[in-house]
Every structure is written in structure tokens, then in C-alpha cells.
Nanobody, 119 residues
Framework: QVQLVESGGGLVQAGGSLRLSCAAS????????MAWFRRAPGKEREFVAA????????DYAGSVKGRFTISKDNAKNTVYLQMNSLKPEDTAVYYC????????????WGQGTQVSVSE
């Protein structure tokens, strides 16, 4: 099993920055990729960014491209989301997810961390 724990959320003014962290534990050798999703109030959960665990290939939603950067530290089994130029519409609960080898679904999820961006 893989367990994920997010940290780093908070309240920031528009234009500010935050860095989220997601620490993985357990059977991390089975991880193929990790990602960040978010759910804003009254909206569906949406994809934010992903990174493959072995090769570091990154993918971003159009709404965050150029402002957010996903990175990883394999030695620490941790993935990060650096969020710059934050906008009020980035306000959401941010979730970390892991995709395991031989399973195309994002099957492991963290508990979420709140990010709030004020005007």
C-alpha cells in the first residue's frame, strides 16, 4: 500500500506564492507517477499537474501552465507543487494522487490541503 500526506496549504494574497508537498510512504517502489488535483467550492475535481516517477516527465493543466511547477525528490519520496502568481480562482482543496505500475487509474489519494487566495 501507498500512503500520501500533503502539507503546505494556507492563505495567500493574489500574486503570491505557495509550495505544496506530498510525502509518500509504504510500497513506493510500485509508484509510476504522482499528480496534483484540486476541487474548488461547488466544482468538480480537476487535474492540475503530474510527473512520472522515473523519468520526471511533466504535464500541466492549461490554467496553471507557466505559473505552477511540479517537481519530485525520489530520495525523499516527495512531490512538490510550486505555485506562483496565484489567483483567487486557484482557491481549492489540493489533493495529491499516485498512479501505480500496471494500473492506469489514480488510485491512491491524500487527504487534501486547503489553498485560499484572497483578492
Amino acid at each position: 500500500q501507498v500512503q500520501l500526506v500533503e502539507s503546505g496549504g494556507g492563505l495567500v494574497q493574489a500574486g503570491g506564492s505557495l509550495r505544496l508537498s506530498c510525502a509518500a510512504s509504504g510500497r513506493t517502489v510500485s509508484m509510476d507517477a504522482m499528480a496534483w488535483f484540486r476541487r474548488a467550492p461547488g466544482k468538480e475535481r480537476e487535474f492540475v499537474a503530474a510527473i512520472t516517477w522515473n523519468y520526471g516527465k511533466q504535464d500541466y493543466a492549461g490554467s496553471v501552465k507557466g505559473r505552477f511547477t511540479i517537481s519530485k525528490d525520489n530520495a525523499k519520496n516527495t512531490v512538490y507543487l510550486q505555485m506562483n502568481s496565484l489567483k483567487p480562482e486557484d482557491t481549492a482543496v489540493y489533493y495529491c494522487a499516485a498512479r501505480l505500475t500496471n494500473n492506469p487509474a489514480w488510485s491512491k489519494w491524500g487527504q487534501g490541503t486547503q489553498v485560499s487566495v484572497s483578492e
